[in-house]
């Protein structure tokens, strides 16, 4: 029988350890077990015939390790191939009566993904699609994704099943004792994510004993609407007498497993440490049990790579704020490509306390796909938000929902057609929480019955692709009352039928209500109290508004969605009384320390680091300052006295930074008037072109030098860190840069900036390079024909300021 | 490592001995103010109170993102032909050969805080500079603390059954390779067990991972 079939009505038996039996028939350390499917046959059909023989259902092939980074491809083929046979053999052999099936096992290729690591995403994906084809090949019934510790490595694999087979998968992950993967996924977020991607079966397995993954099961039962699976380890190990012995016994196991199979678990069977003696306590404990039937749960859910978010309960706030429309400096950003600005915006709004960052990086000129792609992942390596992946372009949100670690919103659908025959595919595939518009091909209905009509359209073309409702959320459209004062009625109108008739989640871009009026923050935020009122599920908003922020707080308070009022109350006491707000960026401080003198508050500011003062002494100084004035009679000097202090160590290196991430706030304010006013922010000094060389991929001391670079004016253009040899001469050459920085932690990438220096001499001859870094000293700088090696930022400075002299 | 330390010190040990790694997570190190300074780049000594404060501030942000773990491999020691010790990696290395001397037994660790650290400074590189610098100090104090911790638990425990433990030795460290990593992480299981892993050039992710070697003299 089909194992999907099968498993509709009865509990699935999975097999035990494989990794600690075969030390014990004499595997040696070091030596990969994948090898055994041809060297030693026989032990592994005898320890599979005895999983089949004690009531496994299925066994998973001898393939965890099997993968083209650790195996030739011919080698690889053939390994899988034995892997299959010695299963199929095993099963041939043992008398049990149960069904049987054997499944491709596929364990983590063992590399850190970026940004954390430096593995491509993509790489993951096909290294995994190899050992996916050779199992369907060699006639796998199913695939067994196990004990993963990271989401993105898990979303590669669990895609490159799904785009190279029509195979059931089984997808389990290994959570540490705090309840979490590795890098940090709670097991609602495995669920958004997993359940998007139609994984067929979801669980945990691994690294704990059933008693310790308890919390984590009953985790995945309150959000699956798949069956869920457990493959715990027999407790935890320790040494006797140089063997290693589990602390749970096969009794005590299978009577704990027991417990959480009444409880829902589906699948079940046993990770390290556990033997035949297990799966057979635990088949005969379970025959007591009646499975607890799969429901489906409503819980709508979208997922970053370390949470889920729930829609549906409390409101849910969506920063609008990365998004071009209306926004000059945010286009001029867009067009400079300076991304740390796109994610200062959303880390901002994090800190402002929104759950998810709507992502809107549409500009006519730009290269839409390619730029959404950089800013999702980029954004995902530096925040934990969920993103809202706002495009209409379908090539652009194919490519961000790929990279993208976690189950996204997704904006958006409406009810055209032609809209809903792109947007569904592409969420079926990934995985989506929809935003659906109540627009269709007639346009937007004024009247709230006809944008109900819509959305049920949209609902059942959406059911056609397996979406389901849950996976919608509804914008039915927020119309200013400026032009139709019956506007916000119809609107509030929809928002309660689709919430409370058809059961869908809603959510609003609120401000629209109040375009073509004064003070638009009163209309707004009063029309969001309303709709929150009649169900709307989330707005997409500015979490900068004090107002909306006033009502979606003291909402939460007022609807028991709060406990204590403690949100509230530790949002009371962050608002800014408005007379300490004003003394913050007016009138003369005090100074701080006695003996220390400072030529203005803003030098000061910058010296002492304080990003806040300075960027409000700067707004202030600017009305009436020349941006120009303000960086060469204020922030240049005030950098310099940090800088000659540093030189001298009478300050150190987390002084010199603050002082430079608070010069960095001034110039910030800088760029937002030159936006507003049009113009060029600043003089810029020669073009400076750094990276850290191939292979290396810790820049924290690059993205250091690049800072005090900036703050000194230099044109300076990252390239970032891992940069093959090629495209940093690339880089120079479109610039004619004068002067290239190269940054190498280990001694293992020295030789890449070697050959990187190599490359430069031959093709841009005129560049001067400098090198830094942890292990360079002067004598290694001159043995790869660097320039200059510098010590530290302020020497590169240096270094800079001397090239630019000799270039006039 | 009871075990293997009692038949150690008492030279009954079998030559080829080699247990089977062990895994122990820890769930608090006691933190090292000065070291975390140092690393971050201000001497101790003449540290600006902001400085500590900014130290302070980073550990009670990240300090939830964080664990603990060490998995060690207690093994005899033997030597070769040439003289040299004989581990889970090939490179002979003088100067390992001389830290091991009279050693016969060791102990291999890897230890890693994981990679919430990494988080953030990848989060504040692009926003925040200082602040990075600040959390790369720490982070490089918590996984020295927590080697620290597991080392003078060896250290003592050692010396309970009259072994003295050499200081520790690591990868990368004078004339033994970075290169070996692979073998010495593979030897421990740690990718798998402990998710650190090496890129192809040889560095481990999560950063703030250590590897080391002790080496297990038996006193007269």
Redesign the interface.
Known sequence: MNILEYMKNHFLFLDGGMGTLL?EAGLK??ELPERWNVTHPGEIIRIQKGYFDAGSNIILANTFGANSLKFEEDELRSLILAAFDNAKKAKESSLGTQEKYIALDI??I???LK?????EFEDAVSVYAKTVRIGVEAGADLIFIE?M??SYDTKAALLAAKENSDLPVFVSNAY???GKL???ASPAAMVAMLEGMHADAIGANCSLGPDQLIGVVEEYLKYASVPVLLKPNAGL????????VYDVSPKDFASSVSKLLQKGVRIAGGCCGTTQDFIKELTTAAAKIEPVPVVKNEISLVSSYTHAVEFGTSPVLIGERINPTGKKRFQQALRERD??YI??EG?KQQDAGVQLLDVNVGLPEIDEPELLETVVK?LQ????CPLNIDTTDLAAMERALRCYNGKAMVNSVNGKEEVMEGVFPLVAKYGGFVVALTLDEGGIPSDAETRVEIAKKIIAKAAEYGIEKKDLIFDPLAMTISADTTAALSTMKAVHDIRYDLGVNTSLGVSNVSFGLPTRNIVTSTFFALCLEEGLSAAIMNPYSVEMMNVYHAFKALHNLDENCMDYIEYASSIPAPAAAVSQTTGTPAPESGSKTYDSPLQEAII??R?EKTAALARELLKDTKPIELIQKEVIPALNIVGEDFEKKK?????L??A??AAKAAFEEVKILMAKEGGDSAPSRCAFVIATVH??????GK??VK?ILENYGFAVTDLGKDVPEQTVVDAVVKLHAPLVGLSA?????VP?MEETIKLLRKEAPWAKVCVGGAVLTQEYADQIGADRYCRDAMETVRYAEEVEAGLS | MREFLEKLGAGILEESYRAVPVYKEYETVDFNLPEALRYAGMPAHSAPEAGEKAVLEALEEIGGSLFYKVGFLCMSLQWDEEGFPVLPFAQHSKLLKKNLKGCSGVILFAATVGPGVDRYIRRYERSEVSKAAILQGLGAERVESLCNLFNNEVREEAAEYRLKAHPRFSPGFGDLPISVQKEFLGSLDATRRMGITLSDSYLMAPSKSVTAIIGLERLA
Do not use: C, F, W
């Not at chain 1, 940004?115 to 593995?119: A, S």
């Not at chain 1, 292979?695 to 924290?700: A, E, K, S, T, Y």
């Not at chain 1, 932690?745 to 990438?749: G, K, P, R, V």
């Open positions: 030390q350390p070091g364990g983590p063992g590399k850190l940004p954390y690591g430096d593995y004990t510790n990271d540490g004792s705090d590795m890098t940090g190990p320790r040494t006797e007498n140089g063997k290693t991304i740390d994610l200062s880390l980029e390596a530096v925040s934990d002492r680091g990003k300050v150190y290196l987390p002084q930074l603050m430079a991430d292979g290396d991929i810790h820049d924290i993205n250091i800072l932690l280990m001694t293992t990438t890449a």
